[in-house]
C-alpha cells in the first residue's frame, strides 16, 4: 500500500492486454481508458487478483509438520504454525497485507476510470458488468483483509471496535487510520449488494465473477457476522443460480481443472498466496481427521494419498492439476453453509435434504448410503460442523471457521501441535485470532 506509484505501474502495465500495451509502447505512461484496457486489469492473466491471504492456511488443524519440518520455512510462516503472534514480521513487512491492498488498488483504479467513461457512448450493459465486477472485487479482498487483520466479529464491540483501513480511492498519497469492525461490514455489503445489479448469471472463466459467486459471499460475509436470515437468503439464492454437485464416482484420481471450465462446483476460483504452499503440500494429515471420514465416503481417496508406512498427505484440491490450496466460491459449500443457516433457525428437514443431496453425491455406488435424519443424528448442528471439515479441507475456510466459533462453548476448538520436543497450543483464549498490522505499515502512518 506504500510503494504505491512503482505498484500503479506494475498493476496498468503487466496485467493489461498486448493490444493495450501495443497502443501505448511507452509502458511508464500507459493508463487504462477503454472498457477493454479495464477488464484486462480485472482479468489479470496470472490471477493475483483473484487470491487471498496466505498466511491463515497454517491454522488448518488437520495439518501436521514432521520434526525438523520447518527448517526451510521463513521465519512467518514457522512462526505462524507454531502461533507465536509475538514473534511475527521479521522483516517488519507482511506479504498478505501488501499484495491483497495491492489488489484493491488496483481496482480502485477500475472504478475511477469508469466514473471518466459516464455519458461517453460506450457499451452501457458491459460498463455496468465491469462495474459490478470491480465492486465484487473490492469486496472480496476488503474481507479477506477483514477477516486476517482485525479480531472476530462481535456485535457488542464491533462499532467501536478496530477494523482494517476501508482504501475506497487510488489516491496513492492518501493515508486513513482504521474503521471500526461494523463500518467495514457495511462497505463490504454494499458493494456486494451493487455488484448484484448487473453481475452476469454467467461468465466465460471462473476467475470472473458471476452472479452466484456475489450471493455466496455476501452468505459468507453474513455467516461471519451470525446473522443467519440472510445466511439462508444469501445461500439459497447462490443455489438457485447454481446447484450443481460433481458425481465425485465419475472422478479418476483428481479434480478437474476448473479454469478449463471443467469444475461446475466452481463459483469463483481463487487462490491463496503461497506463502505456506510447500508446508501445507508435504504436511502429513492428522489421523483424527482421516477418520472422520467413513468407508463409503469417497473423499478421503480424492483429497489424501496415503503412503505405504500409512502417512496421509494432500493428494487434490479444487485448484485442480496444481497441488495447492483453493480458496475461492463453491456450490458444495454453499449447501452447508445454508443447511446450517437452516439448522440454526430451526428448520431441521429442509437442512437435512441439503447435507444427504451433498453427501449422496460424495458416497461410492456399490456402498448403500443411509440417510442421516433426526433420529441419527444427536446434534444436527454438530453434524454439518463436521460435514464441513469432511468436505472442505484445502478451501481456505478453517480459519474462518475458527474465528466465527471462537466464543461457541460447545464448538471452539483447542487444537494442539508438538514440534521438537515442544508442545504449542492454540484455543479460544489465544490473542491470535487475528494477525497485527505489519510494522512497516506503522512505520509509515502512525495513526493506523
Given at each position: 500500500m506504500r510503494n504505491t506509484l512503482m505498484i500503479m505501474l506494475c498493476i496498468l502495465?503487466?496485467?493489461?492486454?498486448?493490444?493495450?500495451?501495443?497502443?501505448?509502447?511507452?509502458?511508464?505512461?500507459?493508463?487504462?481508458?477503454?472498457?477493454?484496457?479495464?477488464?484486462?486489469?480485472?482479468?489479470?492473466?496470472?490471477?493475483?487478483?483473484?487470491?487471498?491471504?496466505?498466511?491463515?492456511?497454517?491454522?488448518?488443524?488437520?495439518?501436521?509438520?514432521?520434526?525438523?519440518?520447518?527448517?526451510?520455512?521463513?521465519?512467518?510462516?514457522?512462526?505462524t504454525y507454531l502461533w507465536q503472534r509475538g514473534n511475527l514480521y521479521a522483516t517488519i513487512s507482511n506479504y498478505d497485507w501488501d499484495w491483497i491492498y495491492e489488489q484493491v488498488l488496483r481496482v480502485n483504479v477500475v472504478l475511477e476510470e469508469l466514473k471518466k467513461l459516464d455519458g461517453q457512448n460506450i457499451d452501457v450493459k458491459r460498463y455496468?458488468?465491469?462495474?459490478?465486477?470491480?465492486?465484487?472485487?473490492?469486496?472480496?479482498?476488503?474481507?479477506?483483509?477483514?477477516?486476517?487483520?482485525?479480531?472476530?466479529?462481535?456485535?457488542?464491540?464491533?462499532?467501536?471496535?478496530?477494523?482494517?483501513?476501508?482504501?475506497?480511492?487510488?489516491?496513492?498519497?492518501?493515508?486513513?487510520?482504521?474503521?471500526?469492525?461494523?463500518?467495514?461490514?457495511?462497505?463490504?455489503?454494499?458493494?456486494?449488494?451493487?455488484?448484484?445489479?448487473?453481475?452476469?448469471?454467467?461468465?466465460?472463466?471462473?476467475?470472473?465473477?458471476?452472479?452466484?459467486?456475489?450471493?455466496?459471499?455476501?452468505?459468507?460475509v453474513y455467516m461471519s457476522m451470525y446473522d443467519y436470515q440472510n445466511v439462508e437468503r444469501y445461500a439459497e439464492l447462490s443455489l438457485a443460480e447454481n446447484n450443481a454437485l460433481m458425481d465425485y464416482n465419475a472422478l479418476t484420481g483428481r479434480f478437474p481443472d476448473p479454469l478449463q471450465n471443467n469444475n461446475k462446483e466452481v463459483l469463483f476460483y481463487a487462490i491463496p498466496i503461497l506463502h505456506a504452499a510447500t508446508l501445507t503440500r508435504n504436511a502429513m494429515i492428522d489421523r483424527s481427521h482421516i477418520g472422520l471420514y467413513t468407508s463409503g465416503d469417497l473423499r478421503r481417496e480424492l483429497y489424501y494419498s496415503v503412503s505405504n508406512s500409512d502417512i496421509y498427505k494432500m493428494k487434490s484440491t479444487y485448484r485442480g492439476t496444481t497441488l495447492t490450496s483453493f480458496s475461492g466460491l463453491t456450490s458444495s459449500?454453499?449447501?452447508?453453509?445454508?443447511?446450517?443457516?437452516?439448522?440454526?433457525?430451526?428448520?431441521?428437514?429442509?437442512?437435512?435434504?441439503?447435507?444427504?443431496?451433498?453427501?449422496?453425491?460424495r458416497w461410492r455406488t456399490e456402498v448403500p448410503y443411509e440417510p442421516l435424519d433426526e433420529l441419527s443424528v444427536d446434534n444436527l448442528l454438530e453434524a454439518v460442523l463436521l460435514e464441513r471439515k469432511r468436505e472442505l479441507p484445502f478451501r481456505?475456510?478453517?480459519?474462518?471457521?475458527?474465528?466465527?466459533?471462537?466464543?461457541?462453548?460447545?464448538?471452539?476448538?483447542?487444537?494442539?501441535?508438538?514440534?521438537?520436543?515442544?508442545?504449542?497450543?492454540?484455543?479460544?483464549?489465544?490473542?491470535?485470532?487475528?494477525?497485527?498490522?505489519?510494522?512497516?505499515?506503522?512505520?509509515?502512518?502512525?495513526?493506523?
Amino acid at each position: 500500500m506504500r510503494n504505491t506509484l512503482m505498484i500503479m505501474l506494475c498493476i496498468l502495465v503487466a496485467s493489461c492486454s498486448d493490444a493495450f500495451l501495443d497502443a501505448k509502447p511507452d509502458k511508464a505512461l500507459a493508463i487504462p481508458h477503454t472498457l477493454d484496457d479495464l477488464q484486462a486489469l480485472l482479468d489479470d492473466v496470472n490471477q493475483q487478483i483473484n487470491q487471498t491471504p496466505g498466511f491463515p492456511e497454517l491454522f488448518a488443524p488437520e495439518i501436521v509438520v514432521a520434526e525438523n519440518g520447518l527448517g526451510r520455512e521463513n521465519m512467518d510462516v514457522t512462526n505462524t504454525y507454531l502461533w507465536q503472534r509475538g514473534n511475527l514480521y521479521a522483516t517488519i513487512s507482511n506479504y498478505d497485507w501488501d499484495w491483497i491492498y495491492e489488489q484493491v488498488l488496483r481496482v480502485n483504479v477500475v472504478l475511477e476510470e469508469l466514473k471518466k467513461l459516464d455519458g461517453q457512448n460506450i457499451d452501457v450493459k458491459r460498463y455496468e458488468q465491469i462495474r459490478a465486477s470491480a465492486s465484487f472485487f473490492r469486496a472480496w479482498h476488503l474481507f479477506h483483509l477483514l477477516i486476517t487483520f482485525s479480531p472476530p466479529y462481535n456485535p457488542v464491540t464491533a462499532e467501536v471496535e478496530p477494523g482494517i483501513v476501508l482504501k475506497l480511492e487510488a489516491d496513492i498519497n492518501e493515508k486513513l487510520g482504521r474503521s471500526s469492525i461494523s463500518e467495514c461490514y457495511r462497505q463490504i455489503i454494499a458493494d456486494l449488494e451493487f455488484s448484484t445489479t448487473a453481475l452476469p448469471k454467467t461468465v466465460p472463466v471462473p476467475s470472473r465473477p458471476n452472479l452466484a459467486a456475489a450471493y455466496a459471499l455476501l452468505a459468507r460475509v453474513y455467516m461471519s457476522m451470525y446473522d443467519y436470515q440472510n445466511v439462508e437468503r444469501y445461500a439459497e439464492l447462490s443455489l438457485a443460480e447454481n446447484n450443481a454437485l460433481m458425481d465425485y464416482n465419475a472422478l479418476t484420481g483428481r479434480f478437474p481443472d476448473p479454469l478449463q471450465n471443467n469444475n461446475k462446483e466452481v463459483l469463483f476460483y481463487a487462490i491463496p498466496i503461497l506463502h505456506a504452499a510447500t508446508l501445507t503440500r508435504n504436511a502429513m494429515i492428522d489421523r483424527s481427521h482421516i477418520g472422520l471420514y467413513t468407508s463409503g465416503d469417497l473423499r478421503r481417496e480424492l483429497y489424501y494419498s496415503v503412503s505405504n508406512s500409512d502417512i496421509y498427505k494432500m493428494k487434490s484440491t479444487y485448484r485442480g492439476t496444481t497441488l495447492t490450496s483453493f480458496s475461492g466460491l463453491t456450490s458444495s459449500e454453499m449447501y452447508l453453509v445454508c443447511a446450517e443457516a437452516k439448522i440454526r433457525l430451526g428448520k431441521v428437514e429442509d437442512a437435512l435434504l441439503l447435507i444427504n443431496r451433498l453427501r449422496i453425491s460424495r458416497w461410492r455406488t456399490e456402498v448403500p448410503y443411509e440417510p442421516l435424519d433426526e433420529l441419527s443424528v444427536d446434534n444436527l448442528l454438530e453434524a454439518v460442523l463436521l460435514e464441513r471439515k469432511r468436505e472442505l479441507p484445502f478451501r481456505g475456510l478453517a480459519w474462518f471457521d475458527l474465528r466465527r466459533l471462537r466464543n461457541d462453548p460447545q464448538f471452539s476448538e483447542t487444537i494442539t501441535r508438538e514440534y521438537n520436543g515442544e508442545v504449542f497450543t492454540f484455543g479460544p483464549l489465544s490473542d491470535f485470532y487475528h494477525f497485527p498490522v505489519p510494522p512497516s505499515e506503522i512505520m509509515y502512518n502512525p495513526d493506523i
